[in-house]
């Protein structure tokens, strides 16, 4: 990670152009799976102004979220990597396989790129039914194959129930839920999501994040989720790209602060979650348990943890959803059904308890 | 104290509802009124049997064939090109379309007269087709010739605004999930615009059917439904047409109605609705 991370800085300050394509093909090695994105491209937006996209990063297997002011070019570098906008000079790639390659002239069509794309506005069919909308991409396979592949996605995103609806028929989230399942079923090497979630509240997308995590854990591919919220950015990615003018400003990973954190506990990105720094003021190894005091307000919650130094300080992600709720509990009240998911998976859930 | 004040707030629009109506209705007596009164006052029996004359027939067989022809020519034909001046970006988009709307706005007699000018035995298309002993009027071709003229624009111009309403992020959509461009026409742009071009088909179609100035100039014979119409009514006057207007209105009537019903039969109409744009929702 440190290695990579090094690299891509080192190509985003140093002048791209100058980067040859040994290096690059060095890079697909050492991430098997990862999306490597080298774009240039200078775009007249209205008359003198120009709007010029330069970027080099690298999005590896789990969520990475690009960050930036609305008119930064995310939009248009998320459809570049779609091929649903033309570069003019730069490289895309998954692994070994080259979508785009202005040296070498390879560009291939949409069809072609095996990338799933989640539209802002969506972009469900209006005129298919859930069922049918899910199973647009899966023409080629025959009918019981596509019938299998929908039956496990629309199981995997809780929307099964829904298969004979119209889109228009079902509710925001819903709609989201359909748009990914549209999109994963065809068993894509990269998923780009454009904003989609915005207009759900929190909770709805923290529920919807966390299946989609879920489904990851099985397929490992990147996942480049573009949005102009820092709130969000923070929340629920492993690794934010920042994106100013076309430019990448900031490459910090999220991954690394969990693991700079002094103790392997229960911090996580695994959804919406609120960090607090805490220190550990209690081990309780019967239940698997540590209790810990947040510095900011004396408030103490029990955390479910693993390697736990009592007295360490340690990081605690909560869950958004949970904090209205504990705001509003009673002090000596009993358990929140809550999770928490550390960066190793864990499955039991975490439950922080005001003391 | 003065009366107004005790006036309900809406009574001036209710006022001006009541004059909108009377003037409304006013326009209806010349809108419906004839088409009421043939109905009502016409003979049934008498108008039957008139129709079941081997020229009526003749004339209705003619009509129905050449304006099945022109609609599927222009269907074939038109919606290409309202999808091309819908989505391609084309120098001088503008000028192209109005370009298509023009014949809309040609008198019926003078697009007869420019379709003879060009068609005709002496017209820089006819004249090598004559020579050939290939005639491009007076025969079902003219006549197809000249429906296609009067009514293609309605085609193009539904179907211009079918695809124009169809959410082109719906077509990317398709192309990221493996669909060619032929397959992204045929599975969302066409099934998403259709409902709006057919419902053009069928205006097109009735206009095709009651075609007359323009035909009259250029196709005399065969006698189309409204070519003979217009002889019934010089040799026989009212009496002798009013089958044959019968006959035609019915027909339209007909597929008017049917356009309208098809739609909401199928429930096309509200298939545009927008989705998952802007809207907030619990789950």
Redesign the interface.
């Known amino acids: 990670m440190g290695e990579l991370g090094v690299f891509t800085n080192w190509f985003g300050l140093a002048s791209w152009l100058a980067a040859d394509r040994d290096t690059l093909a060095d890079a697909a090695k050492h991430a098997p799976g990862a999306l490597r994105i080298r774009a240039s491209h200078r775009y007249a937006v209205a008359g003198k102004t120009t709007f010029s996209l330069e970027s080099d990063f690298q999005v590896l297997p789990g969520v990475t979220i690009l960050r930036g002011h609305s008119g930064a070019g995310k939009t248009t570098l998320l459809r570049c990597v779609?091929?649903?906008a033309d570069l003019r000079h730069g490289y895309i790639a998954i692994g070994e396989q080259v979508l785009f390659d202005s040296h070498r002239q390879i560009n291939l069509?949409?069809?072609y790129?095996n990338?799933?794309?989640v539209?802002q506005?969506?972009?469900?069919?209006?005129?298919l039914r859930v069922r049918e909308n899910v199973a647009?991409?899966l023409?080629?396979l025959s009918a019981a194959a596509r019938a299998q592949r929908v039956g496990s996605v629309t199981e995997a995103f809780r929307i099964a129930h829904l298969a004979e609806r119209l889109?228009?028929e079902i509710?925001?989230?819903?709609?989201?839920r359909v748009?990914l399942a549209?999109?994963l079923v065809?068993e894509p090497s990269a998923l780009l999501l454009d904003e989609p979630l915005s207009?759900?509240?929190v909770?709805?997308k923290a529920?919807?994040i966390e299946d989609l995590r879920a489904w990851n854990a099985a397929h490992h591919i990147p996942i480049l989720y573009v949005t102009h919220d820092a709130e969000e950015a923070r929340a629920l990615g492993e690794r934010v790209i920042t994106l100013e003018h076309g430019r990448i400003a900031a490459d910090a990973s999220l991954r690394e602060v969990p693991h700079s954190a002094p103790a392997h506990c229960a911090s996580s990105v695994s959804s919406f979650q609120n960090y607090f720094e805490a220190i550990v003021v209690g081990v309780e190894a019967a239940t698997g348990t540590v209790r810990c005091r947040v510095h900011s307000c004396g408030l103490e919650l029990r955390v479910r943890a693993t390697n736990c130094q009592l007295g360490s300080t340690v990081r605690i992600a909560v869950h958004a959803g949970i904090i209205p709720q504990a705001a509003a509990a009673p002090a000596d009240s009993a358990e929140f059904g809550a999770f928490a998911r550390p960066l190793e998976p864990m499955d039991a859930p975490a439950t922080p308890v005001p003391d | 104290m003065t009366p107004y004040l005790n006036r309900p707030a809406n009574r001036h629009v209710n006022s001006l509802l009541w004059i909108f109506g009377f003037l409304g209705l006013l326009l209806l007596l010349d809108l419906v009124l004839p088409i009421a009164n043939l109905f009502f006052t016409s003979n049934w029996t008498a108008a039957s049997a008139a129709l079941r004359q081997p020229e009526a027939l003749q004339a209705l067989k003619v009509s129905l064939r050449s304006s099945g022809i022109a609609i599927l020519t222009m269907t074939l034909l038109g919606v290409p090109l309202g999808y091309l001046l819908a989505r391609a970006k084309l120098p001088f988009q503008r000028f192209w379309i109005a370009l298509v709307f023009l014949p809309m706005v040609v008198p019926d007699l003078a697009g007869g007269i420019l379709l003879l000018r060009l068609f005709g035995p002496y017209g820089p298309i006819g004249h090598p087709f004559d020579a050939r002993n290939i005639a491009l009027t007076n025969n079902l071709f003219g006549i197809v010739l000249v429906q296609m003229f009067v009514s293609a624009p309605f085609v193009v111009a539904s179907s211009l605004a079918g695809f124009s309403s169809v959410d082109s992020e719906l077509e990317s959509a398709a192309g990221t999930l493996g669909d060619s461009a032929w397959q992204v026409f045929c599975r969302v742009s066409l099934p998403l615009a259709w409902p709006g071009i057919f419902i053009g088909i069928i205006l097109a179609w009735i206009r095709a059917l009651g075609e007359f100035g323009a035909t009259l100039v250029m196709a005399y014979n065969p006698h189309t439904l409204p070519v003979f119409l217009w002889v019934k009514f010089e040799s026989e006057g009212l009496a002798g047409a009013q089958p044959i207007a019968l006959c035609l209105v019915l027909l339209a009537v007909i597929a008017a109605g049917a356009a309208m019903n098809l739609n909401r039969f199928t429930g096309a109409a509200d298939v545009l609705a927008p989705v998952g744009k802007a809207t907030k929702w619990e789950n």
């Open positions: 779609a091929g649903l069509p949409p069809r790129r990338i799933a794309f539209f506005n969506l972009a469900l069919f209006p005129h647009y991409g023409r080629k889109p228009r509710s925001g989230g819903e709609q989201q748009a549209r999109a065809t207009s759900l509240d909770r709805t529920l919807i």
